[in-house]
């Protein structure tokens, strides 16, 4: 007789065999195949540690120095944001160091250090009011060499470079490094602090900024402070809308913004895009491109966009690398860490079936419960999932921000800024889902086609009733080991590699102790939302038929999810692009103010993927199991996790 296949063990085998693959891949392209030397460091500037990257091309040698570039990255991102620009930086020759600001990645200090003031700029009139979190954020485009401006008693301002000015004078240190030819990179925030840095160091040699602001000479002593070389990339799509020249102007039109042509370019008239104005010999050199396939974000891994930063800092360098510019590998990169996210995450559902083998987690799974009573018409289906759309749709722009700058929440104990918009639009959800659950439940369609706890995937069918404590108890556990182990393997390969899990946003990353216990201390509200939004709701009150096989079930189940889970961002994503893609301007600023667009428009392209994703294992766990418990304490956990593991800390 022929011995069985065990099938989950094989696909659980195959997919880490995948996993290591893709990543082991990634860090061999990381170091350019041995031609880079990456390392991974803390720096400490006066008890205030900030954490770095370092990309040095083997050629870089104290016999030998070469240029560098110092890469600032942009809020809600981490020094590896950096990484496609400083991988093609150190492929050209020229030594890269990106690093984590104030309140990312792993430096200690948070963003209050950045300190803030009770004025705005442009007008800089009268005072706002708030918590400090809201007063930080209202005054991310302040800069402290603004001495024209900031004399005003009470505020706070503190070094706005966010911990650049000090990096920048560590990476001329460096013996590799041609300490005559440094150049200054950052992306959105990133953009404050390069030219926070570059106020500081007049020697610099070069700029390049992407989704960048400017500002008059009138704000600082300009007859003091030069700004050496400077390339502005501007995204075509660009939800921060409100930052650009403080005017309603899509970007296609800013070259023609006297802030542009006069002040930046040092010219009488509007510019072109892509033109070079001035000199690079003189510091003088000026230019703008246009992005014109790309948002905000997707700067940072744009093929056009690193292409024009690596020409303009080899001809400020005065150097001609044997690469060319388009020949790059940063993308590949990036695609092979987000394979290994993918294949880690999959991971988890063979892995889960081995478990559910073992005696002990044996009674964490039960046939999925039948409950025919409860599937409704499909216009009935479909009707309760535009509402579920439409009500986390219409208030995702708006409680968002109201978590992210004005709920005063402790500043002490509530950090993640993101996460505090995130955690307060699922707290609301949770709300409103739970006391249309109830109704349903108790008075409504649930209680006429006699739903029970066991219909609901909360209990099993002998006891349809009760809450099965021991099974619960038992399923949390299943849930963290589950989710330990992509922890673990996060964990190998930075160890490994330098490595995470992620695709241009900051996805699953190895925590430090700080933000291991935010982690715990958002946790419990997303367990909730997922358990009753995410779960009783999809699988017990929408509970949908099964088709003619499997497979089928799975996709339809899942798709049908994650539209009612996601739905509604897709929906902000149409009112906030479609204006746009027709040239009149970002939708959310459009229909209301600037103040309901930017970080949380711009993160619905990392949002809506990753629900999508960890629906697709919230779906097949509750169709493994019967229960909605694992499933929803899986995706919290993951969810929690890439919040507490990304998100800005105040």
Known sequence: MKRRVNLPLLTWILLLALMFGSMSLAGAMQSDFGNVEVTQGTFNDNGIQTTYKLYRPVLATEANPAPAVLLMHGYQNDKDTSAPYALELARRGIVALSVDAYG????????????????????????????????LMMNF??????????????????????????????????????????????????????????????????????????????????EKIPFNNVLLLQARYEEFSCFL?????????????????????????????GKTYGAFEDGSARRMELIRNANHRLVTINKTAIAAAMDWFTSAFNITPSIPSHNQNALLLETLKFIGLLCALLS?????????????????????????????????????????????????????????GLVPFPESIFRMTIGNGIFTWFLLLLIIVGLMLIRWYKHGKGK??????????????????????????????????????????????????????????????????????????????YF????????????????????????????????????????????????????????IGPGMDLLFTSTFGGPFISYLIVIIPQFMMLFFLATYVFRKTGYVYIGSALVAILGAWAVAGGSSIL
């Not at 209990?459 to 556990?477: H, Q, R, Y």
Request: overall charge positive; glycine content about 8%.
């Open 104 to 135: 990312h990645g792993g430096s200690s200090e948070g963003m209050l250090l950045r300190g803030y003031t009770k004025h705005k700029l442009p007008n800089w009139e009268g005072a706002i009011g708030g918590p400090k979190h809201f007063l």
């Open 141 to 222: 485009n302040t800069c402290d060499f603004f001495t024209n401006l900031i004399d005003v008693p009470g505020d706070t301002l503190g070094d706005t470079s966010m911990g650049g000015r000090a990096m920048y004078a560590y990476l001329r240190s460096l013996p590799f490094v041609k300490n005559d030819d440094v150049g200054i990179a950052g992306h959105s925030m990133g953009t404050w602090s390069s030219w926070s840095v570059a106020a500081e160091y007049p020697e610099h040699k070069a700029i390049v900024l992407q989704c960048g602001e400017l500002f008059p000479k009138s704000y600082y002593d300009s």
């Open 245 to 273: 020249d403080y005017t309603k102007a899509v970007p296609d039109a800013l070259v023609n913004t006297k802030l542009r042509y006069e002040e930046f370019a040092n010219q009488s008239a509007p510019i072109e895009w």
């Open 348 to 404: 988890t559902l063979p892995l889960l079936l081995l478990l559910l083998k073992t005696k002990y987690f044996s009674v964490c799974a039960q046939r999925m419960p039948v409950c025919e009573t409860l599937i409704e018409p499909n216009r009935k289906w479909w009707k309760r999932a535009l509402v579920a759309i439409l009500i986390s749709g219409l208030t995702y722009p708006f409680i968002t921000q109201l978590g992210h």
């Open 448 to 525: 006429k086609a006699g739903a029970t706890l066991y219909c609901l995937g909360l209990a099993n069918e002998d006891a349809p009733t009760k809450l099965p404590l021991l099974i619960i108890g038992k399923s949390m556990l299943l849930a963290v080991i589950l989710a330990f182990s992509v922890y673990i393997y996060a964990e190998v390969f930075m160890r490994l590699f330098a490595i995470d899990f992620r695709f241009v946003w900051p996805l699953l990353k190895p925590f430090t102790g700080e933000r291991f216990l935010q982690f715990l201390i958002y946790l419990p509200i």
């Open 528 to 583: 909730a939302y997922f358990l009753v939004a995410g779960g009783i709701r999809l699988y017990g009150q929408m509970r949908q038929k099964e088709l003619k096989n499997n497979a089928a079930t799975q996709l339809c189940w899942w798709l049908k999810s994650s539209l009612v889970m996601v739905g509604g961002l897709i929906l902000i994503c149409l009112i906030e692009y479609i204006p746009y893609f027709m040239g």
